[in-house]
């Protein structure tokens, strides 16, 4: 597998460098702010560049080997920007790496926040981590008419932790969260008991245990929203950004009033389409007004996030390099 991505890596170096052939890009010299899970090669990727060329994304460094942990299952990231910190959801365990925006090769976790037994479910839901609160939410999926968010109070710190609580939610799949942290909100998409996916909200959240019903529902009467998908919810602007399984992304100004279907009460401000029909992992850069949607074959990067709609103009795409798929995204300020 290391192999594999060596091979992968002076791929994406060399499209880099200006298409098909020239010199190999030289070790870098600034930090990473940019790192996306590969799991074909249950490998970290990372890059200086936060605004990727046309053509195969040109890799930097990379945390990849048997002292890493890591294996095929890179679910979620959650990046501590001021602490240069990056959790690591890989279904059974969450893991951190110090230093992340220099560490690269066969690094082993600074600490591991928890683990859970047991072949089955994990930490497939995604995770999130609330910066202002030291907060980390966990969600697990496991077969049932429930799921569950773990809460890790003392995030920056925590090593083979218990959740401080417990929010049990009724709902069939988890596919994401987010924490709108200056509303105090946790969003959970997935799929309810029909099978429809489904945006819930809930009050409250750096307090909330037990089981709870949503503040808000944003329901989709379709399924389209299925399947490993990540949302972002902007904070400065309270706008929620929910990709689609159909290669879309729902777009919801004033997202925590918002309630009801997508159809009568609450309908997306604007739907931005992708070139590809798959599901994606949404990013958004606040300050740049830059939106990184992650597929498994690449990175589309759209301008001016706040106002796009239909087709993006200006939308370029980085390409996964050859032999890597793309699965989880963090971007560092």
């Keep these: 597998m290391i192999r594999a991505l060596a091979l992968a890596l002076v791929t994406a170096l060399v499209a880099g460098c200006g298409g098909g052939s020239g010199p190999v890009a030289p070790a870098p010299t600034t930090s990473s702010r940019l790192f996306v899970g590969d799991t074909t090669n249950a490998a970290i990727g990372s890059s200086s560049n936060v605004n990727p060329s046309p053509g195969t994304y040109v890799v930097e460094r990379t945390i990849v080997g048997s002292?890493?942990?890591?294996?095929?299952?890179?679910?979620?990231?959650?990046?501590?920007?001021?602490?240069?910190?990056?959790?690591?959801?890989?279904?059974?365990?969450?893991?951190?790496?110090?230093?992340?925006s220099t560490a690269t090769g066969n690094v082993t976790p600074s600490r591991t926040v928890t683990s859970l037994p047991g072949p089955f479910g994990g930490f497939s839901g995604?995770?999130?981590?609330?910066?202002?609160?030291?907060?980390?939410?966990?969600?697990?999926?496991?077969?049932?008419?429930?799921?569950?968010?773990?809460?890790?109070?003392?995030?920056?710190?925590?090593?083979?932790?218990?959740?401080?609580?417990?929010?049990?939610?009724?709902?069939?799949?988890?596919?994401?969260?987010?924490?709108?942290?200056?509303?105090?909100?946790?969003?959970?998409?997935?799929?309810?008991?029909?099978?429809?996916?489904?945006?819930?909200?809930f009050d409250n959240a750096s307090t909330l245990t037990g089981s709870v019903p949503p503040t808000r529902i944003i329901s989709f009467p379709d399924s389209g929203g299925t399947g490993p998908v990540g949302i972002f919810v902007d904070t400065t602007n309270d706008r929620l950004y929910v990709p689609r399984n159909d290669g879309t992304i729902a777009v919801f100004d004033a997202a925590s009033t918002v309630t009801g279907n997508v159809t009568v009460t609450a309908i997306p401000s604007r739907t931005i389409t992708l070139p590809v029909q798959t599901y994606s992992v949404v990013v958004v850069d606040v300050p740049a007004n830059?939106?990184?949607?992650?597929?498994?074959?690449?990175?589309?990067?759209?301008?001016?996030?706040?106002?796009?709609?239909?087709?993006?103009?200006?939308?370029?795409?980085?390409?996964?390099?050859?032999?890597?798929?793309?699965?989880?995204?963090?971007?560092?300020?």
């Design 290 to 333: 830059r939106l990184y949607a992650l597929d498994p074959a690449g990175i589309s990067i759209i301008p001016s996030a706040s106002t796009a709609g239909g087709t993006p103009v200006g939308l370029t795409r980085a390409t996964a390099p050859n032999g890597a798929t793309f699965h989880a995204l963090a971007f560092k300020p």
């Design 67 to 100: 002292n890493t942990q890591l294996d095929a299952n890179l679910f979620d990231f959650a990046l501590d920007a001021a602490n240069d910190r990056l959790y690591v959801a890989d279904l059974r365990s969450i893991l951190v790496f110090n230093n992340a």
């Design 126 to 201: 995604g995770i999130f981590l609330d910066t202002t609160r030291n907060i980390l939410y966990a969600a697990t999926n496991f077969l049932g008419a429930t799921q569950n968010v773990q809460v890790f109070d003392n995030a920056g710190t925590a090593s083979a932790a218990t959740a401080s609580r417990t929010i049990t939610i009724t709902i069939r799949s988890i596919s994401d969260i987010a924490v709108d942290a200056t509303r105090n909100i946790l969003y959970v998409y997935g799929t309810d008991g029909a099978g429809f996916a489904v945006v819930l909200s």
